[in-house]
C-alpha cells in the first residue's frame, strides 16, 4: 500500500476517534478542541494524500474510490455530530445536513453503477470544491463562538457547502450521464 492510500486509511481510522471525542463527555478540559484537532488532522491528511499521489505518480484505482468515501464519511460523520449546532432561524439544522447526506448517497451509488462496468469516476473538481467547503463549514461550527458576527459567519458557511453541494451533484450528474444511462440497460 503505498504512502497516499495509507494516508486515506488513516483518516478513515480517525473518524471513529473523531465521532467519541463528539458524542462522549469524558470531562476532559477542551474535549471539543480535541475534536477540532483530530478532524483537522484527518481533513490535511485530504489535502496530502491527493499532492502526494499526483506528484509521485502514484494515483490507483483505491484512492479513487476510498479518498472521496473517506471524505464523504468524515464530513457526514461530523454533521451527524453537529445537527443541534447547524440548526438556525429559517434553514433546521437537519435540512443541510440530509442535502448533503442525499448528495453523498446519490453520487456514491453512481459510483457503483459505474464500478459494475469497471469504470472508476475520480472526483470532478466542483466535488473537491465541495469538500473544502464542507470542511470549512465543519471547522466553523466546531470553533462555535459566541458571538453574533460568528453566528453570521456559520450561517454563511451552511449556505456555501450546501450551495457547492447541490452544483456538483448537478454537475457530475450532467457530466456522467453516459454511463449512468449505459448502467441502465
Request: aromatic letters at 12%; glycine letters at 6%.
Amino acid at each position: 500500500m503505498n504512502l497516499p492510500n495509507k494516508l486515506t486509511v488513516l483518516r478513515v481510522l480517525l473518524i471513529p476517534v473523531f465521532v467519541i471525542f463528539m458524542i462522549f463527555d469524558f470531562g476532559i478540559p477542551y474535549q471539543n478542541w480535541i475534536a477540532l484537532t483530530i478532524f483537522v488532522i484527518a481533513s490535511i491528511t485530504d489535502l496530502l494524500d491527493g499532492k502526494i499521489a499526483r506528484k509521485r505518480n502514484l494515483v490507483t484505482n483505491f484512492g479513487k474510490f476510498m479518498d472521496p468515501l473517506a471524505d464523504k464519511m468524515l464530513v457526514c460523520s461530523a454533521l451527524v455530530c453537529l445537527i443541534g449546532v447547524i440548526d438556525r432561524p429559517g434553514l433546521p439544522g437537519v435540512i443541510p445536513v440530509l442535502i448533503i447526506l442525499w448528495r453523498e448517497f446519490i453520487i456514491s451509488g453512481f459510483r457503483l453503477v459505474a464500478a459494475k462496468d469497471g469504470i472508476v469516476l475520480a472526483a470532478a473538481m466542483s466535488g473537491k470544491i465541495k469538500t473544502v467547503c464542507q470542511i470549512v463549514m465543519v471547522v466553523i461550527l466546531l470553533i462555535h463562538w459566541d458571538f453574533t458576527w460568528f453566528f453570521v459567519l456559520e450561517w454563511v458557511a451552511i449556505v456555501v457547502a450546501v450551495f457547492m453541494t447541490i452544483y456538483s451533484l448537478c454537475e457530475y450528474l450532467i457530466k456522467n450521464k453516459k454511463v449512468f444511462s449505459d448502467g441502465l440497460k
